[in-house]
């Protein structure tokens, strides 16, 4: 058995009404990947952030090989071995590759700081984890795959012996998270330790050696992924079995509720056409760069439209930015809830509030303080938002407790037309199924969903019909229920080029 080079026990951490960690034990030994599983605000992140620094402990015992740590500070942990790459990447969007990589440690020359040697050093680690990216790029420029990479290589240049990764694959195609895979491959050879965080259970198979689990703060069991069934790893986490992963409705098809003619706006969304109608959950399916959230984007205005036309129950509406389609009774819950969805430094209350402020205003133009208590009150229980109260700032929540206020602020509104975005990235088993019956209940009340995702099960179990895209154009469309995912990968890679290619 390999040695252990991290334990922790009884590890405990408060913030201001929340007891994040109570009393938690954790264990990480040389050579194994362990995966950290748990339901949004679990505690994960929190633990590991005790590990690295960023956090100091209330109480309990940190070892890192043998040694115990009091408050460590970043650089203590940093010198200890332990690097963590966040769940929110955070690195210098305008500075380079290697710059990143040297922060806070630049090498100097004799006058000035040696870019050389920092590029040098930088392209020598990128290469021996065979990563096609210049030392002398932008960051900002990169990919957010190509990022986490930097994050790794950056890890791996400041010696780190323990890799913590908080969900590094929610944003990756699938081509980068195998990459990512052969790189964690590598450097468990190597010896290294590391510590897994992930909401996509499936793919935990691929690379974890242990789980330990936990749930509300609290230490739940450390064992072997092989020794485990998914049921019991689930049931871990939420406390409970759940029986059907995509509960799904049937409704009888209504009338046309949306429709959309022509659209374009720039290279990827070409001559886009669909309906959709009362009673039916339409699904957009493709890979990463197909076009559909460029395509989700101009249907909502907040992209520029070149042409196309856009009916709502039968009337045609012009949508020119997000208020005309907000009035028209189009939403869109966007995908990346850091730019476009959520306000971090503003309340919960505020973030739901503030797009539904025609709702919570009493004739006067004042807000009703009953009416956006009760929309949040309504809020935080259908979405199960765990927090001590809405009037906390939202970017103290757990990843995937700011994910649903995000879904949260659309769904108190009588819209005619929902958009979701990928709307469970990030997002726990139990609250997963939490999103699909409020998804589900739109469809009910005769509103017309649209759900992006890239997950294939959950376009499958959860529209009724889908669509795919590919470069661009809308490549087919299948029902839910007679497809495959076979089918629907065809659809997905059907490009231009290739079918030019086979003539
Ligand atoms: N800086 C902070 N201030 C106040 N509360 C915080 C802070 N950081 C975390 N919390 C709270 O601590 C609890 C645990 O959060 P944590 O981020 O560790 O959860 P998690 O298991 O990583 O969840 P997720 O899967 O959603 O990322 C949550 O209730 C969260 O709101
Ligand atoms: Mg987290």
């Given at each position: 058995?390999?040695?252990?080079?991290?334990?922790m026990?009884?590890?405990?951490?408060?913030?201001?009404?929340?007891?994040?960690?109570?009393?938690?034990?954790?264990?990480l030994?040389?050579?194994?990947?362990?995966?950290?599983?748990?339901?949004?605000?679990?505690?994960?992140?929190t633990?590991?952030?005790?590990?690295?620094?960023?956090?100091?402990?209330?109480?309990?015992?940190?070892?890192?090989?043998?040694?115990?740590?009091?408050?460590?500070?970043?650089?203590?942990?940093?010198?200890?071995?332990?690097?963590?790459?966040?769940q929110?990447?955070?690195?210098?969007?305008?500075?380079?590759?290697?710059?990143?990589?040297?922060?806070?440690?630049?090498?100097?020359?004799?006058?000035a700081?040696?870019?050389?040697?920092?590029?040098?050093?930088?392209?020598?680690?990128?290469?021996?984890?065979?990563?096609?990216?210049?030392?002398?790029?932008?960051?900002?420029?990169?990919?957010?795959?190509?990022?986490?990479?930097v994050?790794?290589?950056?890890?791996?240049?400041?010696?780190?012996?323990?890799?913590?990764?908080?969900e590094?694959?929610?944003?990756?195609?699938?081509?980068e998270?195998?990459?990512?895979?052969r790189?964690?491959?590598?450097?468990?050879?190597?010896?290294?330790?590391?510590?897994?965080?992930?909401?996509?259970?499936?793919?935990?198979?691929h690379?974890?050696?242990?789980?330990?689990?936990?749930?509300?703060?609290?230490?739940?069991?450390?064992?072997?992924?092989?020794?485990?069934?998914?049921?019991?790893?689930?049931?871990?986490?939420?406390?409970?079995?759940?029986?059907?992963?995509?509960?799904?409705?049937?409704c009888?098809?209504?009338?046309k509720?949306?429709?959309?003619?022509?659209?374009?706006?720039?290279?990827?969304?070409?001559?886009?056409?669909?309906?959709?109608?009362?009673?039916?959950?339409?699904?957009?399916?493709?890979?990463?760069?197909?076009?559909?959230?460029?395509?989700?984007?101009?249907?909502?205005?907040?992209?520029?439209?070149?042409?196309?036309?856009?009916?709502?129950?039968?009337?045609?509406?012009?949508?020119?930015?997000?208020?005309?389609?907000?009035?028209?009774?189009?939403?869109?819950?966007?995908?990346?809830?850091?730019?476009?969805?959520?306000c971090?430094?503003?309340?919960?209350?505020?973030?739901?509030?503030?797009?539904?402020?025609?709702?919570?205003?009493?004739?006067?133009?004042?807000?009703?303080?009953?009416?956006?208590?009760?929309?949040?009150?309504?809020?935080?229980?259908?979405?199960?938002?765990?927090?001590?109260?809405v009037d906390?700032?939202?970017?103290?929540?757990?990843?995937?407790?700011?994910?649903?206020?995000?879904?949260?602020?659309w769904?108190?509104?009588?819209?005619?037309?929902?958009?979701?975005?990928?709307?469970?990235?990030?997002?726990?088993?139990?609250?997963?199924?939490?999103?699909?019956?409020?998804?589900?209940?739109?469809?009910?009340?005769?509103?017309?969903?649209?759900?992006?995702?890239?997950?294939?099960?959950?376009?499958?179990?959860?529209?009724?019909?889908?669509?795919?895209?590919?470069?661009?154009?809308i490549?087919?469309?299948?029902?839910?229920k007679?497809?495959?995912?076979?089918?629907?990968?065809?659809?997905?890679?059907?490009?231009?080029?290739?079918?030019?290619?086979?003539h």
């Amino acid at each position: 058995m390999q040695d252990v080079i991290v334990s922790m026990e009884n590890v405990s951490k408060s913030f201001p009404g929340v007891k994040a960690l109570d009393n938690v034990q954790f264990e990480l030994r040389a050579g194994e990947v362990m995966a950290l599983l748990g339901e949004n605000g679990a505690g994960k992140s929190t633990l590991m952030k005790i590990l690295s620094g960023v956090y100091t402990r209330d109480g309990g015992t940190v070892r890192i090989f043998g040694q115990e740590y009091g408050d460590m500070t970043p650089k203590q942990a940093q010198a200890a071995g332990v690097a963590i790459i966040h769940q929110e990447l955070n690195m210098c969007r305008h500075l380079s590759v290697a710059e990143n990589m040297f922060l806070g440690r630049e090498i100097k020359g004799t006058f000035a700081l040696n870019n050389a040697k920092m590029e040098e050093e930088a392209g020598r680690i990128l290469s021996e984890l065979k990563i096609d990216i210049s030392p002398r790029q932008i960051v900002g420029d990169l990919p957010v795959s190509k990022q986490q990479m930097v994050e790794i290589a950056k890890a791996l240049s400041i010696n780190a012996k323990v890799l913590i990764m908080d969900e590094p694959t929610s944003a990756l195609t699938a081509k980068e998270i195998d990459d990512l895979f052969r790189i964690i491959h590598q450097l468990k050879e190597e010896g290294h330790g590391i510590v897994y965080i992930s909401h996509r259970l499936e793919e935990l198979q691929h690379i974890v050696d242990r789980v330990t689990i936990m749930r509300d703060g609290q230490y739940i069991t450390c064992r072997d992924f092989a020794d485990m069934t998914m049921d019991e790893i689930i049931a871990g986490m939420v406390g409970r079995e759940i029986k059907e992963k995509f509960p799904h409705v049937e409704c009888e098809k209504g009338k046309k509720i949306f429709e959309v003619k022509n659209l374009n706006a720039g290279k990827l969304v070409r001559d886009i056409s669909f309906s959709v109608y009362e009673g039916e959950i339409v699904g957009f399916a493709g890979l990463m760069g197909a076009g559909r959230t460029e395509t989700t984007r101009a249907i909502f205005g907040a992209d520029p439209k070149e042409s196309g036309e856009i009916f709502v129950d039968g009337k045609e509406v012009k949508i020119r930015c997000p208020m005309d389609a907000i009035k028209n009774g189009v939403v869109l819950a966007p995908e990346d809830r850091k730019k476009d969805g959520l306000c971090t430094k503003l309340s919960i209350r505020q973030n739901l509030a503030l797009p539904n402020l025609d709702l919570v205003c009493t004739g006067l133009g004042v807000v009703s303080r009953g009416k956006e208590q009760k929309l949040c009150d309504e809020a935080v229980e259908n979405l199960r938002i765990k927090t001590p109260g809405v009037d906390i700032d939202a970017g103290n929540l757990s990843g995937g407790n700011q994910q649903k206020v995000v879904v949260g602020k659309w769904l108190a509104r009588n819209s005619r037309v929902v958009i979701f975005d990928e709307p469970t990235r990030g997002i726990d088993v139990g609250a997963k199924v939490e999103i699909y019956n409020l998804i589900n209940e739109l469809k009910k009340q005769g509103i017309a969903v649209v759900i992006v995702s890239s997950e294939m099960p959950e376009v499958m179990g959860v529209a009724d019909r889908i669509i795919v895209m590919c470069d661009g154009r809308i490549t087919g469309e299948v029902m839910a229920k007679e497809t495959t995912q076979n089918e629907i990968l065809t659809l997905a890679t059907s490009f231009e080029n290739k079918k030019i290619a086979s003539h």
